[in-house]
């Protein structure tokens, strides 16, 4: 589904990605897994092009999309989640979810989309007519991840949908990603600082220090590995 | 009809208002010169208030489309009179120069300057306002800082009763007219998919971009139609109703200013929001110059501040708050 090689990245003359190179097959949960500043983040930014790869190849089904702009990808499927609740506040629940659905492809399946949403988040069909800003932080979480399902991804990029919620909350988050991929079908990235639950929750695991790749492997290699669990991921 | 109604409904109000407006200059002894200076100020908000309104970006370079468009006016009426060219079909060309100027300029300024966000952004076009008067000064193009005096240029080509009518009169119509323009193209954005991606950016850019919305094209989009309408203004009042122009003062960031309160004390982002902010600010800056000469800016700045301060979204956006949910509120917007 998505195959990153080599990609090189930065802010001014700051390097923070040194050639990471990632595979996600379709209908899986893959996570990114490392501490805070190992460049997690602007990878995710860097394959979705709000960040401009310096150099190295994106395929996203079977097609290069290094330098394609943003609003092209989410055209062609592929969205991501921002990390921190980049919602519209002064607008409601319900309006906010419709302006998820702005492309044209996505709007004629404007309704289908949005039993879905209500049908993962049963909780945001009560909200609807409430100000977005006014919601509790899971609530928020909830529609940042509810507003990119209504634009009809194919793959969705996550960046820390547990961080900042009680622990609760964080083991629904997953248990949401993982109806998305097993209900809807839809191919998941993932990064995380919360190893623990991701590790639990994902198919394959890459882990990412100091912008670079430093081990791979299904969640039981990951867990079975104590020199990884340690010096990366301080479990 | 009904939903051309709701659709272009909100129009009617604002239109009504500079029906008004046009009313009172125009029957009330003496309140000609008042109600054009209030115009001048509607035109200025409502071209300013597609940018920074819709876009959230601040632009203290502003004035400089009104500056190129009054030398869009300037140059067609002084070098077409050269040619011996004469009639209406001058102004016209003068027109479209008053449009290709600041569109040309908006697009050179914006496909630099709007890659850059809030402040850096506002800092920057400071520079390109001021970087653009000293091009013109220092490489002396269109006449440098000895500017540009076309009065017997403009008779020779409208002859003398029609030119003097045109800076009495029929300049500040046409001013209305650019106004009420500028309202309706602002509604238009407001109802079609450019609107919907413009709140989405100016909300929040990175959210936008997430809804697959190409940000820059549409920030572009608001730019130059902004620039363009302030084109108009600056050469309709600015060169048809004074015949000359002056790098200093088409330049002067002060308009820009003035552009910047109106459009936040009226509500930026609404329609009617511009006309407001006009009306309170012209009105309130002229009659404290006659109540309290010399006076005037230290009253005035305060009541300003007490302004913004109750109505943070702007008069509009809090009247469009008390009316959501009214049969009212599809007239206001």
């Known amino acids: ?235 | 009809m009904g939903k051309r109604l709701s659709t272009y409904g909100p129009f009617i109000p604002v239109l009504a208002l500079y029906v008004i407006i046009f009313l009172v200059g125009k029957g009330v002894q003496g309140m000609w010169q008042v109600m054009a200076m209030l115009t001048f100020y509607c035109a200025l908000g409502q071209a300013f208030n597609i940018f920074l309104g819709m876009t959230g970006y601040v632009d203290f370079g502003y004035v400089a489309f009104l500056g190129v468009g009054t030398y869009g006016m300037a140059l067609s009426i002084t070098y077409l009179a050269h040619q011996g060219m004469t009639g209406p079909a001058v102004i016209i060309i003068g027109f479209l120069l008053a449009l290709i100027f600041p569109a040309l300029l908006s697009m050179a300024v914006g496909a630099v300057a709007l890659r850059l966000r809030g402040a850096y952004f506002a800092i920057a076009t400071i520079g390109v306002n001021e970087g653009f008067r000293y091009l013109i000064e220092g490489a002396k193009i269109w006449n440098g800082s000895e500017g540009m005096i076309f009065t017997s240029e403009l008779n020779q080509v409208l002859g003398r009763d029609t030119a003097s009518g045109l800076s009495t009169f029929w300049a500040d119509v046409y001013l209305f007219i650019i106004a009420a323009l500028a309202a309706l193209v602002t509604l238009h954005f407001m109802r079609s998919r450019i609107g919907y991606a413009l709140t989405a950016l100016r909300e929040d850019e990175d959210a936008a971009k997430v809804m697959g919305i190409n940000v820059t094209k549409y920030k572009i989009i608001a730019f130059i139609t902004s620039a363009c309408f302030a084109g108009l203004v600056g050469g309709t009042s600015w060169a048809l109703k004074t015949p000359y122009v002056f790098p200093p003062e088409v330049f002067e960031i002060h308009y820009t200013i003035e552009a910047i309160i109106i459009v936040l004390l009226g509500g930026a982002g609404t329609l009617m929001g511009p006309v407001i902010g006009a009306l309170i600010y012209g009105l309130s800056k002229y009659y404290l110059s006659i109540i309290l000469p010399g006076f005037q800016l230290l009253i005035f700045a305060p009541i300003i501040i007490v302004i913004i301060i109750a109505f943070p979204d702007g008069v509009m956006g809090v009247v469009k708050q008390r009316l959501r949910g009214t049969s009212l509120a599809r007239f206001i917007e």
């Open chain 1, 1 to 235: 589904m998505l195959q990153v090689s080599e990609l090189e990245s930065g802010y001014g003359p700051m390097q923070v990605l040194w050639k990471p190179s990632i595979r996600v097959r379709k209908g899986t949960i893959t996570s990114l897994l490392g501490p805070n500043g190992v460049g997690k983040s602007t990878f995710l930014m860097t394959v979705f092009g709000s960040v401009t790869p310096w150099s190295g190849k994106i395929i996203y089904e079977g097609e290069e999309v290094t330098h394609l702009p943003t609003h092209i990808k989410v055209d062609k499927g592929l969205t991501l989640v921002p990390e921190g609740k980049h919602l519209f506040g002064g607008m409601t629940v319900y309006e906010n979810l419709m302006m998820g659905a702005y492309l044209k492809r996505a709007q004629q399946y404007r309704e289908e989309s949005l039993e879905l949403v209500y049908s993962l988040f049963p909780r945001l069909k009560e909200r609807g007519k409430q100000l977005a800003g006014s919601l509790s932080g899971g609530e928020q979480q909830m529609v940042t991840v509810a507003r990119a399902l209504m634009s009809k991804p194919k793959m969705i990029m996550l960046d820390e949908p547990s961080q900042g919620l009680a622990p609760l909350l964080v083991q629904h988050v997953f248990e949401t990603i993982q109806k998305m991929k097993a209900q809807v079908g839809l191919t998941i990235l993932l990064v995380e600082q919360n190893a623990d639950a991701s590790l639990a929750a994902t198919d394959y695991v890459y882990v990412m220090h100091e912008g670079r790749i430093k081990a791979e492997g299904t969640p039981e290699d990951i867990k079975s590995s104590d020199e990884i669990r340690e010096a990366y991921l301080g479990l």
